[in-house]
């Protein structure tokens, strides 16, 4: 489900059951490029996923995620990659 004020960049991966939402009456998100979203995951309100991070299975985001960073759980929190 992709409410009509999200916006995607290039190259982004959205598996199945992905709710990409507003919370509040506020914008959707925006994905930057090259971001994948995992089965089951929930992007709410104005949040800014940076190019090339990843938000695991069934992961609730509700804040930013850093460009390469991974975002996992309820509420999500992000992790660097390396």
Do not use: F, K
């Amino acid at each position: 489900m992709v409410h009509p004020s999200v916006r995607i960049g290039a190259g982004v991966t959205l598996y199945h059951r992905v709710t990409l939402g507003v919370r509040g009456g506020h914008q959707g998100p925006t994905l930057e490029d090259d971001v994948y979203v995992g089965t089951g995951a929930a992007v709410l309100g104005p949040v800014q996923l940076g190019a090339g991070c990843s938000v695991g299975a069934n992961a609730v985001v509700v804040r930013d995620v850093e460009p390469g960073a991974t975002a996992v759980g309820v509420p999500s929190h992000g992790r660097d990659r390396g």
